[in-house]
């Protein structure tokens, strides 16, 4: 949770629930929203699907946070057309994960 908060620039809630703790991304408040959770079936992978988090506006900051926080660049920002710019990193655990933005 103290990765994705410092990825992206907000706080990830921390909750639990049904025997579980678990942490919920930002923009819960507005109905839209994800959250991280950990099991024992779970581990940490680079070949599951790439899951894409908006860092609208904060890329680099975003990248420079992943790096500080013990996560590490995979593929550097790149523009993806009309679609805006992107960044692969892998994070302090071990997944990949895609950093979007509509601007540089």
Not at 37 to 62: C, I, K, W
């Amino acid at each position: 949770m103290a990765f994705y908060s410092a990825v992206l620039g907000t706080a990830v809630l921390r909750q639990s629930g049904v025997g579980q703790e678990f942490g919920l991304l930002p923009g819960y408040d507005k109905g839209v929203s994800g959250c991280l959770s950990a099991g024992p079936d779970q581990v940490p992978s680079h070949h599951g699907p790439l899951v894409y988090l908006s860092v609208n506006g904060r890329l680099d900051a975003a990248v420079a946070a992943a790096v500080a926080a013990h996560g590490k660049v995979i593929q550097p920002k790149i523009a993806i057309g009309a679609h805006g710019f992107r960044a692969i990193i892998e994070d302090s655990e071990g997944n990949r994960i895609a950093l979007h933005s509509m601007s540089a």
